[in-house]
C-alpha cells in the first residue's frame, strides 16, 4: 500500500525537533493575569539574566520524568529576522511557534522536551509493510506523543512585562487568523483563540493555533507564555498522534510546573 508524502513527513517528523514546517508539512478557561501587572519586590529595576544564567535555570535531562530534555540545534536555529507574520501584530505569536522569544530578548536559550513513548511492535520490519488494517491504528499509537519547544527569555526593567503584553495583545488581534513564515515556509492559521495556562508564574497567557489539512480537518498547536520575575517561559506543542485521531491535547503541565519550579 502506497503512504502519502504528507503521511510519510509527519511520521519522520514526529522522531525529530518541531519546527514550523511541521505544521506547513502536516497540511498535505482563561490565561492568568496576563496584564501588565508589577514585578516581584520594588526599587531597583531587575537586570536581566545572561545566556549562561539562563542555562542554568532552563530544564535539564532528567528533571521532568518521562520526557528526553535536550538542547535545540541545527536547522531548528533561526534567526530572528527569518521569522515574520503578514500582520506585524502576529509576529510575537509566530516567534513563540518556531521556539523562540516573543519579542527580542537580552538573552534567550531554548530546549526540545519530547514525551517518551514506545513504538508500537508489529512482526512486519516498516511502516509500509504492514497490513492496511493496522496501519493507521500503528502510526497514530507511535506518533501519540507530545514534542514541546521550550524557550526562556530575559529582560531587563519591565520588559518582561511588555513581552508577555505583546502576546496577549497578538491573541486577541489575530483572533481572526493570519499568515506567518519562518525562512520562506509559508504558513496560513485561520483562528487563534485563548486557552487556560497551567496557572504558574506571576502571570501568563496560553492560546491555540489552528491550520487547516489539505482534507479540511483542523490542526490545533498549543502554545503558553509565562512571565517568572524578569524571565519568560514560553512553550508550544504539537501532537501529531492526537492532531491524526482528532483527540484533545494540550501543553504538558508537567513540563510547565517543572520549569516553573525551578524559576522559584
Same mark, same amino acid.
Given at each position: 500500500?502506497?503512504?502519502?508524502?504528507?503521511?510519510?513527513?509527519?511520521?519522520?517528523?514526529?522522531?525529530?525537533?518541531?519546527?514550523?514546517?511541521?505544521? #506547513?508539512?502536516?497540511?498535505?478557561?482563561?490565561?492568568?493575569?496576563?496584564?501588565?501587572?508589577?514585578?516581584?519586590?520594588?526599587?531597583?529595576?531587575?537586570?536581566?539574566?545572561?545566556?549562561?544564567?539562563?542555562?542554568?535555570?532552563?530544564?535539564?535531562?532528567?528533571?521532568?520524568?518521562?520526557?528526553?530534555?535536550?538542547?535545540?540545534?541545527?536547522?531548528?536555529?533561526?534567526?530572528?529576522?527569518?521569522?515574520?507574520?503578514?500582520?506585524?501584530?502576529?509576529?510575537?505569536?509566530?516567534?513563540?511557534?518556531?521556539?523562540?522569544?516573543?519579542?527580542?530578548?537580552?538573552?534567550?536559550?531554548?530546549?526540545?522536551?519530547?514525551?517518551?513513548?514506545?513504538?508500537?511492535?508489529?512482526? #512486519?520490519?516498516?511502516?509500509?509493510?504492514?497490513?492496511?488494517?493496522?496501519?493507521?491504528?500503528?502510526?497514530?499509537?507511535?506518533?501519540?506523543?507530545?514534542?514541546?519547544?521550550?524557550?526562556?527569555?530575559?529582560? #531587563?526593567?519591565?520588559?518582561?512585562?511588555?513581552?508577555?503584553?505583546?502576546?496577549?495583545?497578538?491573541?486577541?488581534?489575530?483572533?481572526?487568523?493570519?499568515?506567518?513564515?519562518?525562512?520562506?515556509?509559508?504558513?496560513?492559521?485561520?483562528?487563534?483563540?485563548?486557552?487556560?495556562?497551567?496557572?504558574?508564574?506571576?502571570?501568563?497567557?496560553?492560546?491555540?493555533?489552528?491550520?487547516?489539512?489539505?482534507?479540511?480537518?483542523?490542526?490545533?498547536?498549543?502554545?503558553?507564555?509565562?512571565?517568572?520575575?524578569?524571565?519568560?517561559?514560553?512553550?508550544?506543542?504539537?501532537?501529531?498522534?492526537?492532531?491524526?485521531?482528532?483527540?484533545?491535547?494540550?501543553?504538558?503541565?508537567?513540563?510547565?510546573?517543572?520549569?516553573?519550579?525551578?524559576?522559584?
Amino acid at each position: 500500500m502506497k503512504r502519502s508524502s504528507g503521511v510519510r513527513l509527519c511520521a519522520t517528523a514526529a522522531a525529530g525537533a518541531l519546527s514550523l514546517a511541521l505544521v #506547513a508539512g502536516c497540511s498535505d478557561g482563561g490565561s492568568k493575569d496576563s496584564g501588565s501587572g508589577g514585578s516581584k519586590g520594588s526599587g531597583t529595576a531587575p537586570k536581566a539574566l545572561s545566556a549562561a544564567e539562563l542555562t542554568k535555570l532552563v530544564l535539564a535531562e532528567g528533571e521532568v520524568p518521562g520526557y528526553t530534555v535536550e538542547p535545540v540545534k541545527g536547522v531548528a536555529l533561526l534567526a530572528r529576522s527569518a521569522v515574520t507574520a503578514t500582520d506585524k501584530r502576529c509576529e510575537p505569536l509566530m516567534h513563540v511557534l518556531t521556539g523562540q522569544a516573543p519579542v527580542d530578548a537580552a538573552a534567550e536559550t531554548a530546549r526540545s522536551v519530547d514525551e517518551n513513548r514506545k513504538v508500537p511492535s508489529d512482526d #512486519a520490519t516498516s511502516l509500509d509493510d504492514m497490513a492496511d488494517g493496522k496501519f493507521s491504528e500503528q502510526l497514530n499509537k507511535s506518533l501519540d506523543r507530545s514534542a514541546t519547544k521550550l524557550n526562556l527569555s530575559s529582560y #531587563a526593567g519591565d520588559g518582561a512585562e511588555k513581552a508577555l503584553k505583546s502576546v496577549s495583545d497578538a491573541v486577541r488581534a489575530c483572533a481572526g487568523g493570519f499568515t506567518g513564515e519562518q525562512a520562506s515556509l509559508k504558513a496560513t492559521f485561520p483562528k487563534v483563540a485563548e486557552e487556560r495556562s497551567a496557572g504558574t508564574g506571576d502571570a501568563s497567557v496560553a492560546f491555540v493555533v489552528t491550520g487547516d489539512s489539505d482534507d479540511g480537518d483542523p490542526v490545533p498547536v498549543h502554545a503558553e507564555v509565562v512571565r517568572h520575575g524578569n524571565v519568560l517561559a514560553s512553550y508550544y506543542t504539537l501532537n501529531i498522534g492526537a492532531v491524526m485521531a482528532k483527540k484533545a491535547y494540550a501543553v504538558p503541565s508537567a513540563v510547565v510546573k517543572a520549569q516553573a519550579a525551578k524559576l522559584k
